[in-house]
């Protein structure tokens, strides 16, 4: 049975045309409704009028508006909704501004459709799940130390105050804090958070942890919460 047979409706923000089309073509094969806007400005509308979507995918480069600001935008109205960013700049600043800005994973082009499309499944079973249509058999609420993460309500509260968190962050979070002081590998949050094989080479979990460290640490830049565990992972101590 095809994985996509209950037509999950994505918004696909793309100017370039034979790459619009090729994508939303595959998607569609794949058993997706896909809405495609073609310009920044047209694809915030699209996602209050056409909506609800529950995964998009978000060009960096677009005319009116850029993929940030559209990123932005989105995250705004649904802190839910995963949002994969398609981009030829690879740059650690391009990278960091997009997880600033919302972004939950990225996928460099060129980029091989599987891996496309094994992201996209991973955030609209994502999306169904906090819909209803699976039963959370987890707790939704987590602490360690002064550190208190609603997975549910999407915040975290710190020493600082409490902050809303996207649903990749809270899951990234959750599988920390479930298992506190031990090192949880990179292979392993890759596949339980993201989706994706262990043998998936990204950079994503890297940019991830910056933009957390910044909402945890009193130092982001000098880690005592979020530890990098070198050649093994990553670590939640107590704060």
Request: charged share 30%.
């Amino acid at each position: 049975m095809n994985q996509a047979t209950i037509k999950e409706k994505l918004l696909l923000v793309e100017d370039e045309p034979h790459l619009a089309f090729t994508l939303k073509l595959n998607l569609e094969a794949e058993g997706f409704d896909v809405v495609h806007a073609a310009d920044g400005a047209q694809a915030v509308q699209d996602f209050s009028t056409k909506g609800p979507f529950q995964a998009v995918l978000l060009d960096v480069m677009l005319p009116e508006m850029d993929g940030f600001q559209v990123a932005r935008s989105i995250r705004h109205h649904d802190p839910r909704i995963g949002i994969l960013m398609l981009t030829a700049r690879t740059g650690e600043d391009d990278r960091l501004q997009g997880f600033e800005a919302g972004v939950d994973d990225y996928i460099s082009k060129p980029f091989h459709l599987k891996e496309l499309l094994a992201r996209v499944r991973r955030m609209t079973e994502r999306a169904s799940l906090y819909r209803g249509e699976a039963n959370l058999s987890e707790s939704s609420k987590f602490s360690l130390g002064s550190l208190e993460l609603d997975c549910e309500q999407l915040t975290l509260k710190t020493k600082g105050g409490q902050q809303p968190v996207t649903q990749l962050e809270a899951d990234f979070l959750r599988e920390l804090m479930i298992n506190p002081g031990k090192v949880v590998s990179r292979e392993y949050l890759l596949e339980k958070v993201w989706g994706l094989r262990s043998t998936t080479e990204t950079r994503t979990i890297d940019n991830f942890v910056v933009r957390l460290r910044k909402m945890i640490e009193e130092d982001p830049k000098d880690p005592k919460i979020l530890i990098s565990v070198r050649g093994r992972g990553y670590k939640l101590d107590s704060p």
